[in-house]
Every structure is written in C-alpha cells, then in structure tokens.
C-alpha cells in the first residue's frame, strides 16, 4: 500500500543534498535520505534507482530540454546555432539553482566515482545533440562535432559561471566560451 | 630478488589483450595475464597498478606525446594549430597500431567501467592540452576551449578511424574533423 506523498522526489534531493553536504557522499546511505526526508526506502528506490543518481537527475532533464530545444529550433538555423540556441534556452534554469548548483559540484570534486559519472553524463549530451542534428538533416562528421563543440561550451562556460561572483549569468558565460570557441576554431591567436 | 625480464611490459600488455579477447575483460585475472606472458604476478605490479590501468598505458603515452609536440610548436602558432599539429605528430602510432587500437576498443565498448576510465583520460587530456597552451601565453577561456577543441577532434576522427576500411588514415580523419569542426563553428551549413 502506497501513500501518496506530496513532492517526494524534490524533498528527497533536498535531505541527500543536506546530508551529503554534512558528512559526506561516501558516508550517507539511503536509509539516511529517506529518514531526514520522512518517507521510505521504498520511496527513494521508485524515484531513484540509488544514491548517486539522486545527484543526476538534473542532468537527464538538461538533457531533455536541450534535445527539445533543438528540435524546434528555425530550419534556417545553423548547426552550431541550433546547440547554442538549446544551451541558452536551458540558461535561465542554471542562474535559479545557483546555490544548488555549487554544492553539487562540491560534491562531485570531492568523488572520484561521481566525477567518472558526471563525463558519462555529458558526453551522452554530446551522442544526443549529434543525434539531434542529424535528425535535422546535418550529416557527419559535421553533427558529432557540434555536438563535442556543444559540450565543450558547456563545460568551459559552466565551470566559470560556477567559480564565479555570481554577478554574471550562465547565458553570459555561453555566450562568451562560444565566441571563443569561434576565435579559437577560425585560428586568430587570443 | 628480481630478474631482468625482456620487455615484460610489452609481453604483460599483449598477454592480457590477448585474454580479455579471448573470455572477456571482467573473467581475466592478473594471475592469468602473468602466467601466459610467461612472468609473476610481482613483475606484473610493478609495471601496471590493475588490469584496468593495461589498457590505458597507451592514453599515458599519448598525452605526453601530445603536450611535448604542442610545447614545441612555433611560437607564432595559433592555439588549434598548435593542437592540430600535436595531433598530427601522434597520427603515425595509430596507423601502426591499427588493429591492436581496433581489438582494445572493442573491449572497452563492451564494459561500461572501461567507457568511464576513457572518458576520464580524455578529460584528463583536454586539461593537459589547455595547460600546455597557458605555459605559451595562451589566456583563459580561450586555452580551455583550445583543449577541449582538440579532444573533440580527436575523438571524431579516432571513431571514423578505427570504424574504416583502413584505407585513410587516421591523419587524414584527423584534418578532416579539425576542417568540419571549423566549418561548423563558422556557422556554416554543411
């Protein structure tokens, strides 16, 4: 007999977060989560298939979005175009969980399991923007690049928008690793 | 006491690429390798950490190769061609290497552990590349993009490499993508 149970999955991410956060990633087991978030094991494990994934569930969904987003972007739009369209459209939900965001990453420097995770994690978005283009008629070799190009924006302008102030958005992070991406690709020495 | 062994490292490497073809990666034991390279289990620690770390001296030797040859670029080059230029310095060894390169990569498609370590010395190898680039001069994003710039290259051209006739070779898929990953970042629709 199940419950009902009103934003399980969001409360808990917010107890693994905490507990993570408190005595670390490797020493937190689920009974753990399922308590500080006052649900069951068996909650967590039909929301969650173990603990890491608590810490990914964000990334299936800028997977999703980014894919979306793509799809839908004008015909007239170039490949590269397309990506960085996709990556500014998922700008706004990075800037809202700042604070989150940075935990995460804490989480994840401190791990070496995580870290392998985390380039699993994007580089099945590099495979889905590249499947995505190709989808919209961009042929290969052409759409895995984009793609990796895609990626490479990312990482770069994440983990500055990570390190920064906080004064600077993450669409203004993009936009400059992608404008220096283009100087770097067109050969003019920065 | 230790006896000197004739290429132990070469005979250790072939033994074990040899097994994991055979049963498989996950059901060969360094016992196993040891014993078909005709040495101890001793000498096998001394020259690889696990049996994962066998398949990955390679990645060792690539980085270093890479970072040397960029490190020795002309100083008027620009950060991609400095990169292109150290990819291109290691096309030879692949070329040499075709089908022992095509045999390691067919075992770590198979095993997701293996997938997760080569995504981890790719990363790793992004990161020496960029810093190679700011020991020239080069400022930050543009270094990092540089870097990840030439891993996107890389492996493109690795996977349309080792999925060829092997009529082309890998310098030839190397120029190819760094050329598209150009054409696309200028905006260009293929």
Same mark, same amino acid.
């Given at each position: 007999? #199940?419950?009902?149970?009103?934003?399980?999955?969001?409360?808990?991410?917010?107890?693994?977060? =905490?507990?993570?956060?408190?005595?670390?990633? =490797?020493?937190?087991?689920?009974? =753990?989560?399922?308590?500080?978030?006052?649900?069951?094991?068996?909650? *967590?494990?039909?929301?969650? &298939?173990?603990?890491?994934?608590?810490?990914?569930?964000?990334?299936?969904?800028?997977?999703?979005?980014?894919?979306?987003?793509?799809?839908?972007?004008?015909?007239?739009? #170039? @490949?590269?175009?397309? $990506?960085?369209?996709?990556?500014?459209?998922?700008?706004?939900? *990075?800037?809202?969980?700042? =604070?989150?965001?940075?935990?995460?990453?804490?989480?994840?420097?401190?791990?070496?399991?995580?870290?392998?995770?985390?380039?699993?994690?994007?580089? #099945?978005?590099?495979? &889905?923007?590249?499947? /995505?283009?190709?989808?919209?008629?961009? @042929?290969?070799?052409?759409?895995?690049?984009?793609?990796?190009?895609?990626? &490479?924006? *990312?990482?770069?302008? *994440?983990?500055?928008?990570?390190?920064?102030?906080?004064?600077?958005?993450?669409?203004?992070?993009?936009?400059?690793?992608?404008?220096?991406?283009?100087? $770097?690709?067109?050969?003019?020495? /920065?």
């Amino acid at each position: 007999m #199940s419950r009902w149970e009103p934003n399980a999955r969001g409360r808990l991410e917010q107890a693994a977060m =905490e507990l993570y956060g408190e005595r670390g990633y =490797e020493k937190t087991t689920v009974t =753990e989560i399922a308590g500080r978030a006052g649900l069951t094991e068996r909650t *967590f494990f039909r929301h969650y &298939a173990d603990k890491r994934e608590v810490l990914f569930g964000g990334s299936v969904l800028l997977q999703g979005l980014l894919v979306d987003t793509l799809a839908e972007a004008p015909e007239s739009a #170039s @490949p590269i175009d397309a $990506v960085a369209g996709a990556l500014q459209a998922a700008a706004a939900v *990075f800037d809202e969980r700042r =604070e989150q965001s940075r935990r995460r990453q804490e989480i994840i420097s401190a791990n070496v399991e995580l870290q392998e995770r985390e380039l699993v994690k994007l580089d #099945s978005l590099a495979a &889905a923007l590249a499947g /995505a283009l190709r989808e919209r008629g961009v @042929p290969e070799p052409a759409a895995s690049l984009a793609g990796e190009a895609g990626v &490479a924006v *990312f990482k770069v302008a *994440f983990g500055r928008w990570i390190g920064g102030s906080g004064e600077l958005g993450m669409g203004e992070f993009i936009q400059e690793a992608l404008d220096e991406l283009k100087a $770097v690709t067109a050969g003019g020495r /920065a």
